[in-house]
T-cell receptor
Framework: TQLLEQSPQFLSIQEGENLTVYCNSS?????LQWYRQEPGEGPVLLVT?????EVKKLKRLTFQFGDARKDSSLHITAAQTGDTGLYLC???????????FGAGTRLAVHP | DAGVIQSPRHEVTEMGQEVTLRCKPI?????LFWYRQTMMRGLELLIY????????DSGMPEDRFSAKMPNASFSTLKIQPSEPRDSAVYFC????????????????FGSGTQLSVL
């Protein structure tokens, strides 16, 4: 059982569409991070959210941390082919001192 | 700035053989992590070190796996004997502080070693 559940597992869309991917848990997290991983490479950090209800924007990407700090979402506006990749959420749950990753959402944006 | 450097990029071996994966973290980073990534299980933390000392190895699958960090600039992950179910991409990552615990602290990943055990 994954501590962090990500949905959907796979998403295939056309360029210009909007999308939202989710990261959920029954545990409370002190912070959550979102990474993007491209084929043949390691994950690269996009953002860290630390406050319940926090919203952060990175160009066309909007990240939200749930009020109870148990979930997070990533919304992409007007997706581009360059957004294609594996999106991973990761967090540190209470009582732990290490970063745990979800299984990821694999996004394919087609021209 | 050189990032985290892993070698080899690809390793193909036969069941029963010893495999050694290598990692050079970013200079000055006190934390080093070994992760394994598969389609079925995603990215799993195997072990991490702080100042060359193993802190948590609870993710190491079994005794066939061992990791060392003899100095601040080098770490190895060894599998002996290797089995087909060990086939995966193995990532090394480093950070200044425990990523996610310290606000905005992040992991820097290497490009991984694709291991195939036949």
């Amino acid at each position: 059982t994954q501590l962090l559940e990500q949905s959907p597992q796979f998403l295939s869309i056309q360029e210009g569409e909007n999308l939202t991917v989710y990261c959920n848990s029954s545990s409370v997290f002190s912070s959550l991070q979102w990474y993007r991983q491209e084929p043949g490479e390691g994950p690269v950090l996009l953002v860290t959210v630390v406050t319940g209800g926090e919203v952060k924007k990175l160009k066309r990407l909007t990240f939200q941390f749930g009020d109870a700090r148990k979930d997070s979402s990533l919304h992409i506006t007007a997706a581009q082919t360059g957004d294609t990749g594996l999106y991973l959420c990761a967090g540190v749950a209470g009582g732990y001192n290490k970063l745990i990753f979800g299984a990821g959402t694999r996004l394919a944006v087609h021209p | 700035d050189a990032g985290v450097i892993q070698s080899p990029r690809h390793e193909v071996t036969e069941m029963g053989q010893e495999v050694t994966l290598r990692c050079k973290p970013i200079s000055g980073h006190d934390y080093l992590f070994w992760y394994r990534q598969t389609m079925m299980r995603g990215l799993e933390l195997l072990i991490y070190f702080n100042n060359n000392v193993p802190i948590d190895d609870s993710g190491m699958p079994e005794d066939r796996f061992s990791a060392k960090m003899p100095n601040a600039s080098f770490s190895t992950l060894k599998i002996q004997p290797s089995e087909p179910r060990d086939s995966a991409v193995y990532f090394c990552a480093s950070s200044l502080a425990p990523a996610g615990v310290a606000t905005n602290e992040k992991l820097f990943f290497g490009s991984g070693t694709q291991l195939s055990v036949l």
